[in-house]
């Protein structure tokens, strides 16, 4: 098993060399042979997790209320919790209020656990509330806005009290398992790049995982969500399909896999600790380039410089994320900078500007802009001036969303984050494009 992991990982890094192999190996820690855990979905669109988990429960016959600890201070109507014994049922969830000011007054001088909503835990003696505010003496003096608490325990409050616990009906005693689904908030995954520009273009790719909340997961299947999700929902459709693909197989894979709308990342079994961040090395790509000159346009009107750039074919699907960019000199890699890029699909050219050019400027004016019920249109017009000497090809990049209806210029490429058009602009010369677009919601 350790032969073809080594194996995989050497595809999955190509040209980075021992070092990092060794690195990514210790990132992973042999845990692949550990007992499945968790079950972490991670998006790099929002800084949200979503966790599935088994839990065994003690229950009597009849109603029990039992307490749910890994829900206190989530938001309830997230989270489903799935008996896997036909003989018990869920009635339903509830999430029991911060305690009132009498509750507090009342238990003055009483042994306290405070649990706040970002996951953090103070044990102390109860002072009582003093301009508003809970205070707890415990190794120091605490000063807590109630807002900020997702339940409190007090010795003498009856059990229940503040906290969210389930309401279950068994036919009969016994330890029953659950399927737990729910989400936190604070932890995601994103990019990062370095790109080192020689003779020829190497961009090395990173897996980044920030926990900068107080949970721990202990070997955990970890799943990786690039796309954009609409999280006013439930994203439980991402979430089963992200599901589905990390059981299939033995062995992680880094590379990244397409369903539906979205791409998914499977990282195989992690350990995340708390207030840690992990960064995995996943791709790299070693290219010749081009060097060509690129204005960024957005749907509103205003100027901006446009940039010297770079350009090659990717190898593999890139998640959008910051690419700090290193010029071989001497011997030496100096930083010059650094760009933002957006999703880019295998296949694809992907272009990063490294550098402003003085003699040329770019212009975007919104001509006409309609909203409607879920609809938008914009009608836009980008200017490129030449003040120099020399002829110039520019690459317009306009970041929008919705598709292109017409256009002046033939469009280079369009995908779902933006449209780019090619123009060559002579000295002293100045070219216009118009083009115009339709958002659905």
């Known amino acids: 098993m350790k032969e073809e992991w080594v194996k995989i990982m050497k595809k999955i890094i190509g040209g980075f060399g021992i070092v990092l192999l060794v690195l990514a190996m210790l990132l992973f820690q042999g ?54 014994n036909s003989s018990v049922y869920v009635l339903g969830i509830v999430s029991k209020l911060t305690p009132e000011k009498g509750v507090y007054e009342s238990n003055i ?73 729910y989400r936190i908030a604070g932890i995601g995954w994103s990019s990062r790049y370095k790109l080192y520009l020689g003779d020829k ?33 439930q994203p439980r459709t991402v979430y089963a399909l992200a599901k589905e693909q990390a059981s299939v197989g033995t062995a992680p894979s880094i590379q990244p896999e397409k369903l539906e709308a979205f791409y998914i990342y499977r990282l195989g079994t992690v350990s995340l600790n708390p207030f840690e961040k992990k960064m995995i090395p996943y791709v790299y790509q070693e290219a010749p380039f081009e060097r060509e000159y690129l204005y960024e346009s957005y749907p509103y009107t205003g100027s901006g410089s446009v940039y010297e750039s770079i350009s090659f074919k990717t190898e593999k699907v890139l998640p959008a994320g910051i690419v700090e960019i290193y010029k071989e000199m001497n011997g030496s890699n100096i930083l010059i900078g650094e760009r933002m890029i957006q999703h880019t699909p295998k296949g694809d050219i992907l272009r990063i500007g490294i550098g ?11 001509l006409e802009e309609k909203r409607g019920d879920r609809y938008s249109y914009y009608k836009i017009m980008v ?36 449209v780019e058009f090619k123009v060559t602009v002579g000295p002293g010369e100045k070219k216009e494009i118009v083009f115009d677009y339709e958002i659905s919601y």
């Open 31 to 84: 845990e692949q042979a550990a007992p499945k855990g968790e079950m972490v979905v991670l998006y790099d669109s929002a800084k949200i997790g979503v966790i599935e988990k088994n839990i065994t429960l003690d229950l009597k016959k009849g109603i029990n209320e039992v307490p749910i600890e890994e829900l206190a201070g989530l938001n309830i109507e997230e989270a489903t919790l799935t008996p896997m």
């Open 109 to 181: 001088g009483k042994d306290v656990t405070v649990k706040l909503r970002d996951g953090e835990e103070i044990s102390g003696k109860l002072l009582g509330l003093k301009n508003g505010n809970v205070l707890v003496e415990g190794d120091r003096l605490y000063v807590i806005n109630p807002n900020e608490i997702a339940y409190l325990k007090v010795s003498g409050i009856e059990k229940g009290t503040a906290q969210v616990y389930a309401i279950i009906q068994a036919e009969s005693d016994g330890k029953y398992s659950f399927d737990l689904i």
């Open 201 to 233: 273009a190497k961009l090395f790719g990173y897996v980044v995982i920030d926990n900068p909340t107080k949970e721990k997961f202990e070997n955990a299947d970890v799943a990786l969500v690039s796309g954009e999700v609409s999280f006013y929902m």
């Open 356 to 366: 402003k050019d003085i003699d040329l400027k770019g212009t975007t004016k919104v």
């Open 383 to 418: 200017t490129v001036e030449n003040f120099g000497k020399d002829a110039k090809t520019v690459i317009v990049r306009h970041y929008k969303r919705g598709v292109l209806k017409t256009s002046s210029v033939k469009p280079l490429d369009e995908t779902a984050n933006y």
